[in-house]
């Protein structure tokens, strides 16, 4: 069995047993359960669950700090008389390789306030995202390469 699913499972039950309905509660078995995975551990041959999950909670994280940033950015822009706004469209190389891999990289680049994923080159290698606060070129191509991409790659890849 995997153990993310037992480690929901665990969490469920601990949520059951405590007769709560908060999801205060299921974060906190689902923490528990963690620790007790994680202190049996020489039990699991060849996991990855303990280096995955941090880092796709990182990945979570990162995503949701640059979403709140990126909102009042864009709220900002629309309320204020003046427009900072400085629209261009960036063309980022890919690391990111399979199907999958662009796509969540592409979809959570459009799923941000600002920034719209556009189109793909042919081979696969460069993304073109509209960007709506393009003040400095290098700066957002880094952003997003050494931001998004590479967290979603750590995630994804073993």
């Not at 709140?68 to 864009?74: H, L, M, T």
């Not at 063309?91 to 941000?112: K, Q, R, W, Y």
């Amino acid at each position: 069995m995997s153990l993310l699913i037992l480690n929901l499972l665990f969490a469920g039950l601990f949520t059951i047993l405590l007769g709560s309905d908060s999801i205060g509660v299921f974060l906190s078995g689902f923490g528990l359960g963690y620790a007790a995975l994680w202190l049996s551990k020489p039990l699991y041959q060849n996991t990855h669950y303990f280096v995955t999950l941090p880092k796709t909670i990182n990945l979570v994280a990162y995503f949701l700090k640059e979403l709140v940033i990126s909102n009042f950015r864009v709220l900002w822009d629309v309320i204020t008389p003046g427009h900072i706004n400085r629209p261009g469209i960036i063309g980022v190389s890919l690391t990111a390789e399979t199907d999958l891999e662009i796509f969540v990289v592409a979809n959570l680049i459009s799923l941000t306030p600002g920034t719209l994923s556009v189109d793909l080159s042919e081979d696969r290698k460069t993304l073109f995202v509209h960007v709506m606060f393009l003040d400095d070129v290098e700066k957002a191509k880094e952003g997003i390469k050494n931001g998004l991409e590479r967290r979603i790659l750590e995630v994804m890849r073993r």
